[in-house]
């Protein structure tokens, strides 16, 4: 038995503003991320401090981390499947 895709896929005219801007989101998380390693690397006696409710530093920064890929991931999906309807409206305006 061979499973086949349903639709041929053909050219993503979206392909290049995907990629360009999951490379952007991409590099904003990973500096995020540095940041976290470098104040580890650096002074890790800072995510002992306590800030807010009894949650350290390490803590608190370790589920922004968490929350900010969700919103990131959130966000590009978002800006993916606006750029693909404004291409869908100028194939289907062209005819």
Excluded at 61 to 80: E, K, P
Excluded at 84 to 92: F, I, K, M
């Amino acid at each position: 038995m061979l499973h086949e895709p349903q639709v041929n896929p053909g050219k993503d005219p979206a392909a290049a503003y995907k990629s360009r801007v999951g490379v952007r989101l991409f590099c904003v998380y990973a500096t995020f991320y540095l940041l976290f390693v470098a104040i580890n690397l650096v002074q890790p006696a800072l995510m002992e401090i306590v800030v807010v409710a009894g949650l350290n530093l390490a803590v608190l920064y370790g589920m922004l981390l968490i929350v900010s890929a969700l919103v990131l991931a959130l966000w590009y999906d978002r800006a993916c499947r606006r750029e693909e309807a404004r291409h869908q409206n100028q194939t289907t305006g062209d005819r």
